[in-house]
């Protein structure tokens, strides 16, 4: 029997923290995907469908919320769990 894994796209463009996390998380057996804008973001998220999206608030040309956003516009993607991330106090 195979069973599928759960995807999850990360978002976020400080490079320190997507190599973390996707460490991490494949570790963990899931598949990772991972975006360092929001642009390339939507895109990814588009194409694979991850069931759960880590997604930065502080992020430079587009913003974690801009970008939430785009993705609740989106049909397929409206449902998605997205969870936002922030470094700060």
Known sequence: MKINKCKILLIDDETDTLDFLSYNLRKEGFCVFVADNGVSGIKIAEKELPDLIL???????????????????????????????????
């Open 55 to 89: 997604l930065d608030i502080m992020m430079n040309d587009m913003d974690g919320v801009e970008t939430c956003n785009r993705l609740r516009k989106i049909p397929t993607l409206y449902k998605t769990i997205i969870v936002i991330l922030s470094a700060r106090n």
